[in-house]
């Protein structure tokens, strides 16, 4: 997979075959936030077997935080996502639910969506927005990408990977930075 970053600045101007100074730089960030912000994250990169241009980190407060809801065998939490995207230094913000099953048979979750952006109504979770940003502009010069600028229409010529993604055409800034496919 021949994938072509956006950015001018290590790692992401190194363009090498594969994305793994990125994710190894982006792991560093994550690790930061936890032990900085005291949370918990889960990671999804890739689906599966296929190509992600991001990694979808799904942050919750180590104590307290909201409350998980039941829904028949499963437990459900709100927790704080965040897009970094593996082309450039963009990251977006917005707030998602994962369900695990009490008796470990599985679980699901969101997907990441342009409709998610820069929409966090858990007020356990509102707090974690600034305190975040601080960290990833001033320590890591990470650049918040929000939903009025994600959702600018880009020619549809530009994103051709249509075998998986997470919306359909037209497409707009977000399919550009946030997309998958196998």
């Not at 975040?132 to 010529?157: M, N, Y």
């Amino acid at each position: 997979m021949d994938v072509r970053t956006i950015c001018d600045r290590p790692p992401w101007n190194l363009n090498a075959t594969d994305d793994r100074e990125v994710v190894h730089f982006y792991k560093a960030v994550i690790e930061t936030l936890n032990a900085r912000l005291h949370l918990k994250c889960e990671i999804e990169h890739g689906y599966g077997s296929g190509y992600a241009s991001y990694i979808d980190a799904w942050f919750y407060p180590a104590k307290g935080g909201s409350p998980a809801r039941r829904y028949g065998d499963s437990e459900c939490r709100e927790g704080l996502v965040i897009l970094f995207s593996i082309l450039s230094d963009y990251y977006a913000i917005g707030q998602g639910e994962r369900c695990k099953s009490v008796s470990g048979s599985g679980g699901s979750h969101y997907l990441p969506d342009l409709m998610m952006i820069d929409k966090v109504t858990d007020p356990h979770l509102q707090y974690l927005v600034p305190k975040i940003e601080k960290v990833l502009d001033q320590e890591f010069c990470l650049k918040r990408i929000g939903a009025t600028t994600l959702s600018e229409s880009i020619p549809s010529h530009l994103r051709h990977h249509d075998t998986t993604n997470l919306s359909n055409p037209p497409y707009h800034v977000f399919d550009a930075l946030f997309y998958w496919y196998d």
